[in-house]
């Protein structure tokens, strides 16, 4: 190699031209997105140039492929770049030049050449009925596979919504025993990144994350980075203004269609999904579902095809004779609720102190219970809760400046630890609990506190037959 | 006799196992087997038919375009729904999306490395090669400077120590024939094609919201409505505040003129890159044009509708060409499709044939427990159905669509294929085997993205003049529809013929039925032991080094097997 030889991403720009400003920028706009202070940038360029590549090893499930096609969208760093010059992807089936036997010995002779030095990303589910049976790759079960890779890999990356959950193949009907990527990460430090497909810009973050700090990025108790994961589309959206003065799209095509009205009454999820769509859209900003018309799927949440579904079957209201109950502000008590869950999963003396408070919360605000049925907080209950570090905060702000030069910059929040399913059935008795109770914030007071300009009442309940 | 196993078979779709018996230096007998299951046909039982195709998309992530649009018109069918023209004109717009970045990711993601020799092109001298890209074609639009970059990008990759996606390649194999020059100027290419495939699939996300799995398709139509051309007055009781705030609808003006400068360069890419650099492999490879000929019959379903009649005219037709012979189109109806599953692994049926509008998918997995080294010995072995056309074992792809399009007379294809086929100075019948799947798939990218520019004047010529319909809606509501319904749609993905098949009962999915192109290539034996077109195709094959036997992987890639299609 002479002197000349390319350095990376950095020395891959300036030889086509292009300025350090430009890939400064592109630097900068990596910060924005995994909401970085903007002096944090400097140390992102650093860190996408350094030599050696850290290796990858992507392995496919059961799953569509559509989230290694994903990864070949990414713009910011451009697919080449990432793949030859940010990392060293050594392992990914729909790109490599080796082919069996061949291909399986690279695999291996990353894993023997940089133990506990490489990252594993899967995309697609783990087939786990049979053995392992219904998915082999070389004559081995995929699961056996993963799990080895998995076993020394200095992080797991899950991407897209089977990674996540087990996504489509877990689906009702499905018989291969799907389950997310979590059942094979073993412990190792682990993130999920749902999405059908998987956003290329927050896959293209999440990469850019572990070269700056060398771990993953902050995530909630599902595994997912709250930089990406962290805010409801329903508050980032682009039509949310509709939805406030009650302008809605009644039928495929007609004028609110074409004026880009609200899309809620045909039966978008937006009210119950936690994505950054909005915010960075796809293909480099070129546009995202409901940009483009059509209702958002929530495919982001746990079990969404069956949770969420069907796809055009209106939310149920929140409880039509109370009409200024959003579903934001009922997300925003759960939110604040789940918060305090999470304070409680510590120690036991936490958990019953918190039941004495709430049970005096009950004996004080008792009227304001009857006004708020259980039930109707139970139905808009997101299937997990979701424990944002600032639950309020938009994504495309940047924390302020004065944050404490941590590594961590987000905040700190109980990141997942260990496998996904570890953490699975801790919250659902908890949030049972706080359906129960009533909110903290009594509703009444808010009422009175801040009535609406211009109530709209949300739509009569009105299933599809 | 010797047994060879390819397992991964990377570069394809899904989870591809090859098995070959070799004899004599020579592929005596093959075996084709998709190792991974999911079963979305069964997922989607019980679920509404308007949702259906959002679950069929998701059987593939590169062609699910396809698969979308096969769920939706089934429906539509069963339903009798009538999309309007510019709902058509938009999913040809996606269709042809998907088909031209298809190909171009076939070509050079897919097959290249079993053409181009990565380890001989960083000795490549940057001039020679410019000289050798001019020679491909005047437009070439690569210069020194890039060449000498990405010669200098797989060096620095490969001197690392961390050779990427390049390690362990079969680098230095005797079947690589082209020149260092030629293999650096075609994987410059191939760089370039992965950003400019990023660039074009850009359309299906301005239409679509994303991509991969655009999200606007509907049962009547599209989602992506037009700006709304009547009066913006504030009308009474509606606040002044959100109608100041209108957010832009979803095909603006800005977002065609967009869609239009990638039309057009997909054009600039496909005509004066893509094609000649396939013709270049090609003709350095003409004493490959006997091999991996198969049985000779071609099938295409055909896509791509021109107009709104019932029985639209095809810009890429419908039919079958058997024996190799082009001079007679035979009509093709949905009725002909069967499949077997004697050698897959489901639940035996009754009879051998089961056309997929009555059948079922029950999967009962009967092979070997994991780990085993080979599938010698089991009846049953892939995941894959075995459909054939009037018990006819068929070729389905860009290379059976040119074929069909050939028979069916005149138009752009058959024309443009001839000529770039005359070009590789191959023998005349090289276009039915390994020479044709080279050549084929980049010409009808050519003839598709040219195509493409009429239908945006099309639709914008309708918008002009007040056509803003994007969707039939008389439908939509489940109350209008009858207790009992059935409906299918035939059409093509890049890869090939798709088929769905579907039965509705009491407004929900009672049966549903997938015939994809990855089912009919990569199809194994049928009930009568006859093999699927690409085990068919690999028999013969030489493999000079069984260590390394890319003769193998040229065959198979040349048909772009998609098994996540295939087994769904």
């Known amino acids: ?465 | 006799m010797t047994r060879l196993v390819i397992d991964p078979v990377t570069r394809v779709g899904g989870q591809l196992r090859l098995e070959v018996e070799l004899e004599a230096g020579a592929v005596r007998d093959a075996w084709l087997s998709g190792t991974m299951y999911r079963g979305v046909e069964r997922i989607l039982l019980g679920r509404d038919p308007r949702e259906a195709w959002l679950l069929a998309q998701r059987i593939c992530g590169t062609c699910g375009t396809a698969h979308a649009l096969a769920s939706v018109r089934a429906v539509e069918a069963a339903l009798g729904v009538r999309v309007p023209p510019n709902a058509r004109l938009l999913r040809n717009l996606v269709a042809g999306t998907q088909l031209v970045a298809n190909h171009a990711a076939a070509f050079f993601g897919r097959q290249l490395v079993d053409w181009v020799d990565a380890g001989a092109a960083v000795q490549a001298d940057a001039a020679a090669a410019a000289e050798f890209a001019r020679s491909l074609g005047a437009e070439q639009p690569i210069d020194i400077g890039e060449l000498e970059i990405a010669r200098r990008r797989i060096e620095a990759t490969a001197a690392s120590g961390r050779s990427g996606p390049f390690a362990g390649g079969p680098w230095g194999h005797p079947a690589y024939r082209l020149s260092p020059e030629a293999d650096l100027v075609l994987l410059a290419h191939a760089f370039e094609a992965i950003d400019w495939r990023r660039r074009v699939t850009g359309i299906q996300a301005l239409i679509g919201g994303k991509t991969p799995h655009p999200q606007s398709f509907l049962v009547g139509g599209m989602a992506t409505a037009p700006p709304w051309a009547g009066p913006s007055k504030v009308a009474p009781g509606q606040h002044l505040w959100g109608t100041g705030r209108q957010v832009p609808s979803a095909l603006t003006a800005e977002r065609l003129d967009a869609m239009r400068t990638l039309v057009d360069d997909a054009v600039t890419f496909c005509e004066d890159v893509f094609l000649p650099d396939t013709i270049a492999v090609a003709s350095a490879h003409a004493d490959w044009a006997g091999f991996g000929r198969g049985r000779g019959h071609f099938l295409a379903f055909g896509d791509l509708p021109e107009d709104d009649a019932d029985r639209p005219a095809l810009l890429l037709p419908r039919g079958r060409v058997m024996d190799r012979d082009v001079g007679r189109l035979v009509e093709v109806d949905q009725s002909g499709v069967a499949e077997s599953v004697g050698h897959a692994w489901y639940e035996p049926t009754a009879e051998a044939l089961q056309r997929p509008a009555e059948s079922g998918t029950t999967p009962r997995y009967d092979g070997p427990r994991p780990p085993f080294e080979t599938l010698e010995g089991f009846e049953r072995y892939s995941w894959v159905k075995a459909p054939r056309y009037e018990d006819d074992p068929v070729e389905v792809g860009p290379l059976a669509r040119s074929l069909v399009a050939t028979a069916a007379g005149g138009g752009d294809l058959p024309l443009r294929l001839s000529r770039a086929m005359a070009l590789t100075g191959a023998p005349s019948d090289a276009a039915f085997g390994m020479l044709g799947r080279l050549v084929a798939p980049a010409v009808e990218a050519v003839v598709v993205a040219r195509r493409m520019r009429a239908w945006l004047d099309e639709l914008e010529a309708n918008l002009a003049d007040g056509d803003l319909a994007v969707a039939d809606v008389s439908r939509w509501d489940p109350a209008s529809w009858p207790a009992t319904a059935e409906g299918w749609s035939i059409g093509e993905s890049g890869r090939g013929a798709v088929g769905h098949w579907l039965a509705i009962r009491d407004r929900r999915i009672d049966r549903y039925s997938v015939v994809d192109a990855g089912t009919w290539n990569a199809s194994p034996r049928d009930n009568r032991g006859r093999r699927g077109a690409l085990e068919e195709a690999l028999v013969g094959t030489p493999v000079v080094d069984a260590t390394r036997p890319i003769e193998l992987l040229r065959v198979v890639h040349g048909f772009d097997p998609c098994l996540t299609c295939g087994v769904h």
């Open chain 1, 1 to 465: 190699m002479t002197a000349a030889t390319i350095q990376g991403e950095l020395g891959a720009l300036l030889e086509r031209g292009l300025s350090r400003r430009a890939f400064l920028a592109f630097c900068g706009a990596m910060t924005t997105l995994l909401a970085l202070p903007p002096r944090y940038a400097p140390r992102v360029a650093a860190a996408v140039t350094a030599s050696p590549r850290i290796p990858l090893i992507w392995l496919r499930g059961a799953g569509c492929g559509g989230d290694g096609e994903a990864l070949l969208r990414t713009a910011e760093p451009d697919a080449v770049s990432l793949l030859l010059e940010s990392l060293s992807v050594d392992y990914l089936e729909i790109l490599m030049a080796a082919s069996g036997t061949a291909a399986a010995d690279v695999r291996s002779a990353t894993m023997a050449a940089a133990p506990n030095g490489y990252l594993a990303v899967i995309e697609g589910a783990v087939a786990g009925a049979d053995d392992g049976a219904w998915h082999t790759v070389g004559g081995r079960a995929f699961r056996d596979v993963a799990r080895e890779v998995c076993a020394g890999a200095l992080g797991v990356i899950a991407v897209g919504s089977c990674a996540f959950d087990g996504g489509l193949a877990a689906a009702t009907g499905g018989t291969i025993g799907a389950s997310g990527a979590g059942v094979v990460a073993g412990g190792r430090p682990f993130i999920s990144l749902p999405g059908c497909p998987v956003n290329a810009a927050n896959l293209a973050a999440t990469f850019v994350h572990f070269l700056t700090f060398n771990e993953l990025p902050p995530a909630d108790l599902r595994g997912r980075p709250l930089f990406a994961y962290g805010s409801l589309i329903h508050n980032q959206c682009e039509r949310r203004a509709h939805f406030e003065f009650g302008e809605f799209v009644e039928a495929w095509g007609d004028e609110g269609a074409q004026k880009g009205w609200c899309l809620y009454k045909m039966g978008c999820k937006g009210p119950e999904a936690y994505a950054n769509c909005p915010a960075v859209r796809y293909d480099d900003g070129a546009s995202w579902p409901i940009g483009s018309g059509q209702v958002c799927i929530a495919c982001t949440m746990p079990g969404f095809w069956d949770s969420m579904g069907p796809a055009f079957r209106r939310l149920p209201p929140l409880a039509s004779f109370v009409p200024w109950l959003t579903a934001d502000f009922a997300g925003q008590v759960l939110v604040g609720g789940t918060a305090g869950l999470a304070a409680a999963h510590g120690t036991a003396s936490v958990a019953r102190a918190a039941l004495r408070r709430r049970r005096a919360a009950r004996a004080r605000v008792a009227p304001a219970a009857d006004a708020v049925p259980e039930p109707v907080v139970a139905v808009e209950a997101p299937a997990e809760p979701i424990t944002p570090a600032e639950p309020n905060a938009p994504p495309d702000v940047a924390p302020a400046a004065d944050m404490p030069a941590a590594d961590m910059p987000a905040a700190d929040v109980p990141a997942a630890e260990g496998p996904a399913e570890d953490a699975e059935d801790e919250p659902e008795p908890g949030l049972e609990a706080e359906a129960a109770n009533p909110p903290e914030v009594p509703p009444e007071p808010k009422l009175e506190a801040a009535p609406r300009p211009k109530p709209v009442r949300p739509p009569a309940a009105e299933d599809d037959p």
